[in-house]
């Protein structure tokens, strides 16, 4: 079983930025690949960056020069810093682990999302 809770959505002004955070429990945490992926209202699940446990990173093309991922295995925690937020950026935004790929079928384990949304 792993547990995954994200935290550090609200509400932003167009341009702002936010830090989101995932923190993990269960076995084998630190073995696995973690990914942040985010679902606007009629939209599928998209994907955004994702890590594995030694530090490699993969961003989706679009937003690689605004959103970094990052872990800190000592504290059992993913994080995802957002910077020039767009209305755009607007969803539910999750992470998962188990997977290290664009595609949300490679990740077992998923957290509840949490809401961020960016204002014009």
């Known amino acids: 079983q792993v547990r995954l809770v994200e935290s550090g959505g609200g509400l932003v002004q167009a341009g702002g930025s936010l830090r989101l955070s995932c923190a993990a429990s269960?076995?084998?945490?630190?073995?696995?690949?973690m990914g942040w992926f985010r679902q606007a209202p009629g939209k599928e699940r998209a994907f955004l960056a994702t890590?594995?446990?030694?530090?490699?990173?993969k961003y989706a093309d679009s937003l690689k020069d605004r959103f970094t991922i990052s872990r800190d295995n000592a504290k059992n925690t993913v994080y995802l810093q957002m910077n020039s937020l767009k209305p755009e950026d607007t969803a539910v935004y999750y992470c998962?682990?188990?997977?290290?790929?664009?595609?949300?079928?490679?990740?077992?384990?998923w957290g509840q999302g949490t809401q961020v949304t960016v204002s014009s």
């Open positions: 890590m594995t446990s030694g530090g490699s990173t």
């Open positions: 269960g076995r084998a945490y630190s073995s696995y690949a």
């Open positions: 998962a682990a188990g997977g290290y790929s664009s595609s949300q079928y490679a990740y077992g384990y």
